[in-house]
């Protein structure tokens, strides 16, 4: 079983709509997570820091189920611009930070 | 202020060749990180580098291999070239020295195309 594990799309959506993503881990001694923002040939970049208790930045939320080692992301109100790849981070204490393969997303006019 | 910079931004290079990426922190940031993409696949650790010394390695060969300078830049060698060696090397630099528990800031990164 992958470390990190989503699914790679892509998610096809119109302006407006609200899409979630979800990603597992295997590591139960995960302690950090992330979610990346990464456009076409472009470098990744944060988008966000996920939390315990869940956390909301504008239109985008994250959260985290220890119990079933998943993290969320849901944007809604979707743009144009939030089509790009979106990667899921996790990490275990003092190890490298494990990357998902990415979910590609494409919204649509 | 500048943001992590890699240089070259494109290399093509031919198997067997060998291959030096260079990398500049974010000003303040003393570890740097070496991670591979390869097309499809999330970014893939390297090495990690804190005040010049080697502070964590991932799978791959001895083939690669890198260093931390004075001024906390950095560079990743790669000797004997293939082709499964294509790919965006990324660079990024964090404050502090524990792997992976904030967050990383990554540079435009360096497309190696091995033909």
């Known amino acids: 079983r992958k470390e990190v594990e989503q699914d790679p799309g892509p998610f096809n959506v119109p302006e407006g709509a609200t899409v979630a993503f979800n990603c597992t881990y295997s590591n139960s001694a995960s302690q950090s997570f992330f979610w990346y923002r990464q456009d076409c040939r472009k470098e990744p970049k944060l988008l966000m820091s996920v939390y315990s208790s869940g956390n909301e930045d504008g239109r985008f939320t994250a959260q985290l189920n220890r119990a079933s080692q998943y993290i969320s992301l849901l944007i809604r109100d979707s743009k144009l611009s939030d089509s790009a790849t979106y990667l899921c981070?996790?990490?275990?204490?003092?190890?490298?930070?494990?990357f998902g393969k990415g979910t590609r997303l494409s919204v649509i006019a | 202020d500048a943001g992590v910079t890699q240089s070259p931004t494109h290399l093509i290079k031919t198997r067997g060749q060998h291959v030096t990426l260079r990398c500049s922190p974010i000003?303040?940031?003393?570890?740097v990180s070496w991670y591979q993409q390869v097309l499809g696949q999330g970014p893939q650790f390297i090495f990690q580098?804190?005040?010049?010394?080697?502070?964590g390695r991932g799978n791959f060969p001895d083939r690669f291999s890198a260093r931390q300078f004075p001024n906390y830049s950095s560079e990743l060698n790669v000797n004997a070239l293939l082709l499964g060696d294509s790919a965006l090397y990324l660079c990024?630099?964090?404050?502090?020295?524990?792997?992976?528990?904030?967050?990383?800031?990554f540079g435009d990164g360096t497309r190696l195309s091995i033909l």
């Open positions: 990024a630099s964090s404050r502090a020295g524990a792997l992976g528990n904030q967050p990383q800031h």
């Open positions: 981070v996790v990490n275990s204490g003092n190890t490298p930070l494990v």
């Open positions: 580098y804190y005040e010049k010394e080697e502070r």
């Open positions: 000003s303040g940031h003393k570890s």
